[in-house]
């Protein structure tokens, strides 16, 4: 049975930092493509980072330079460091998984990934 389950979520003042993160099981981790993806009150998901089976990584304009993702495959674990941040930051995040492509990666798109968290929290106030 998959499970992904992310901790990590809270409350932080504009500029702080969080580190949310991502533990995975019951499917073949270090195969598959991993993301973090959220969601704010009244909008679409949105995705923020993602982390292919070999390392490459994308970003979202929005959290470029400030947000870095990564991977323990030993651990099969999932983070995102998140620094500066901002309150249009503040959403309900989201670990997503998908068996990675044998060509490209699956990227930011929410509908590319077969598996969900159940979300954090994160608020960040002015």
């Known amino acids: 049975q998959v499970q992904l389950v992310e901790s990590g979520g809270g409350s932080v003042q504009a500029g702080g930092s969080l580190r949310l993160s991502c533990a995975a099981s019951g499917f073949p981790y270090s195969f598959y493509s991993m993301a973090w993806f959220r969601q704010a009150p009244g909008k679409e998901r949105e995705g923020v980072a993602a982390i292919e089976d070999d390392g490459s990584t994308r970003y979202s304009d929005s959290v470029e330079g400030r947000f870095t993702i990564s991977r323990n495959n030993a651990r099969r674990t999932l983070t995102l460091q998140m620094n500066s941040l901002k309150p249009e930051d503040t959403a309900m995040y989201y670990c997503?998984?998908?068996?990675?492509?044998?060509?490209?990666?699956?990227?930011?798109?929410?509908?590319?990934?077969?598996?969900w968290g159940q979300g954090t929290q994160v608020t960040v106030s002015l």
């Open positions: 997503a998984a998908a068996p990675s492509l044998i060509y490209g990666g699956r990227g930011l798109i929410a509908n590319a990934y077969n598996y």
